[in-house]
């Protein structure tokens, strides 16, 4: 199994950054594409971006210009660079790992997700 540990969350200004990390162990040879989730009060869990093993980037519409997501395989980190954040952005976000395209797939493991807030 592969345990992820993700850090980096806070409380920022609209129009701030902040970037979030996503540290894998264990079985660390499934991890195959690896994406990042998030989750506000009443709404549901939606995919923010994912990155498969070739470099290939998803980003939902809403974070397009603004996020990036990176891959460090070194170290088995993944990133979530976030720029000119927006209360909307509000939530708890969630980095995870899969085998497949996570757009229409389930990840097979989860971090325990970093709570991310901006103010007006």
């Known amino acids: 199994q592969v345990q992820l540990v993700e850090s980096g969350g806070g409380l920022v200004q609209a129009g701030g950054s902040l970037r979030l990390s996503c540290a894998a162990s264990?079985?660390?040879?499934?991890?195959?594409?690896l994406g990042w989730y998030r989750q506000a009060p009443g709404k549901e869990r939606e995919l923010v971006a994912h990155i498969s093993s070739g470099g290939s980037t998803y980003y939902t519409v809403s974070v397009k210009g603004r996020f990036t997501i990176s891959r460090d395989n070194a170290s088995h980190t993944w990133y979530l660079q976030m720029k000119s954040l927006k209360p909307e952005d509000t939530a708890m976000y969630y980095c995870a790992s899969g085998i497949g395209d996570l757009r229409v797939g389930v990840p097979r493991s989860w971090g325990q997700g970093t709570q991310v807030t901006v103010s007006s």
């Open positions: 264990g079985s660390i040879f499934s991890i195959n594409v």
